[in-house]
């Protein structure tokens, strides 16, 4: 079909490398890429072996275990709905297959939606990959924004799904700590149990929240590890920032102990890029296109900047 390209070519096709670039970095700044991760575009290890080469600091992925036909839920955007989001691959199998073939490059979902999962097999599946990469994988959750999909898969009623969200990121740690873990709180329940594998760290992997607004912030505020909001989300991103650091002062909390990952839908400049670091933001997650040629594109057009900033 047009379009697509044979087995063996996706990996000429994308270590394929622009010209090197020698500027000091004047900050630096870790920087991911979210993949669409759609069937159609880049398989997870080429494009995990490619980003580790090129010096970028991780690799995302989001989730989405179907898409209803029928629904009355918006897209964030305000916009149609993209067509990739019917076409996403597994998360958990696709940054696997990523860390086998990468050592250093972490890997993360942004994000997972956890209240479509049952609460042991997610804690197995997180676990399993957190040691597999050798404690590389980055926890990013929420509670997404499409009604029907959560009625689909979850007898949670939509206005307490945050409160669905609390319980299970709080069985997930009691699973993770312990070697003889239970759970019985409104919505997640389970008796004594052993869960093996263990993460590479008692409390699991960094959990990263992806929410926003006043109900978002302050579950962030309460006990998430860091926080993975969207540019696009923030409005005036010093009057977000701003917000953020009220809430978890008001959970008393450090914000400086709560890291920022900030996702950006648009390649940012360099001055942009020092700016987020102003504002405290300690990585950028970069949307890349899902494509390979697009990709190589993006990627080509973008290293110059990523060689001032990566470490």
């Given at each position: 079909?047009p379009?697509?390209?044979?087995p063996?070519?996706e990996?000429?096709?994308?270590?394929?490398?622009s010209?090197?670039?020698?500027?000091?970095?004047?900050?630096?700044?870790?920087?991911?890429?979210?993949?669409?991760?759609?069937?159609?575009?880049?398989?997870?290890?080429?494009?995990?072996?490619?980003?580790e080469?090129?010096?970028?600091?991780s690799?995302?992925?989001?989730?989405h275990?179907?898409?209803?036909?029928s629904?009355?839920s918006?897209?964030?955007?305000g916009g149609?709905?993209?067509?990739?989001?019917?076409?996403?691959?597994d998360?958990f199998?696709?940054?696997?297959m990523?860390?086998?073939?990468?050592?250093?490059?972490?890997?993360?979902?942004?994000?997972?939606?956890?209240?479509?999962?049952q609460?042991?097999?997610?804690?197995?599946s997180?676990?399993t990959?957190?040691?597999?990469?050798?404690?590389?994988?980055?926890?990013?959750?929420?509670?997404?924004?499409n009604?029907e999909?959560?009625?689909?898969?979850?007898?949670?009623?939509?206005p307490?799904?945050?409160?669905?969200?609390?319980?299970?990121?709080?069985?997930?740690?009691?699973?993770?700590?312990?070697?003889v873990?239970?759970?019985?709180?409104?919505?997640?329940?389970?008796?004594?149990?052993w869960?093996?594998?263990?993460?590479?760290?008692?409390?699991?992997?960094p959990?990263?929240?992806?929410?926003?607004?006043?109900?978002?912030?302050?579950?962030?505020a309460?006990?998430?590890?860091?926080?993975?909001?969207?540019a696009?989300?923030?409005?005036?991103?010093?009057?977000?920032f701003?917000?953020?650091?009220?809430?978890?002062?008001?959970?008393?909390?450090?914000p400086?102990?709560?890291?920022i990952?900030?996702?950006?839908?648009?390649?940012?400049?360099v001055?942009?890029?020092?700016?987020?670091?102003?504002?405290?933001?300690?990585?950028?997650?970069?949307?890349?296109?899902?494509?390979?040629?697009?990709y190589?594109?993006?990627?080509?057009?973008?290293?110059?900047?990523?060689?001032q900033?990566?470490?």
């Amino acid at each position: 079909m047009p379009g697509e390209i044979e087995p063996g070519e996706e990996r000429s096709v994308l270590h394929q490398r622009s010209g090197s670039h020698n500027s000091e970095a004047s900050r630096v700044m870790k920087i991911g890429i979210i993949s669409p991760n759609a069937d159609n575009g880049v398989a997870p290890a080429e494009l995990a072996r490619d980003l580790e080469e090129r010096g970028y600091d991780s690799l995302w992925v989001g989730e989405h275990t179907h898409m209803p036909v029928s629904r009355d839920s918006p897209h964030p955007s305000g916009g149609e709905m993209p067509h990739v989001y019917s076409h996403v691959r597994d998360p958990f199998v696709s940054l696997g297959m990523a860390a086998a073939v990468t050592t250093r490059l972490k890997l993360g979902t942004a994000v997972c939606q956890v209240l479509q999962h049952q609460v042991l097999d997610l804690a197995k599946s997180i676990a399993t990959l957190d040691r597999l990469s050798h404690g590389r994988f980055l926890f990013g959750a929420g509670v997404g924004w499409n009604r029907e999909e959560l009625a689909n898969v979850s007898p949670v009623p939509w206005p307490r799904r945050f409160e669905a969200m609390r319980e299970t990121i709080a069985a997930l740690r009691e699973i993770w700590a312990n070697d003889v873990a239970s759970y019985d709180g409104e919505f997640v329940k389970f008796t004594p149990s052993w869960s093996y594998p263990k993460p590479t760290r008692p409390s699991g992997p960094p959990i990263l929240l992806g929410l926003h607004g006043p109900l978002g912030l302050r579950h962030v505020a309460a006990y998430a590890d860091e926080w993975l909001p969207a540019a696009s989300r923030l409005g005036d991103l010093r009057e977000g920032f701003a917000t953020f650091r009220a809430a978890v002062e008001a959970a008393g909390r450090d914000p400086a102990n709560i890291p920022i990952s900030l996702v950006c839908f648009s390649p940012p400049s360099v001055g942009m890029i020092e700016s987020y670091a102003s504002l405290g933001v300690q990585r950028i997650v970069l949307l890349g296109p899902n494509e390979v040629d697009p990709y190589k594109r993006f990627a080509d057009a973008f290293q110059p900047i990523l060689e001032q900033f990566a470490s």
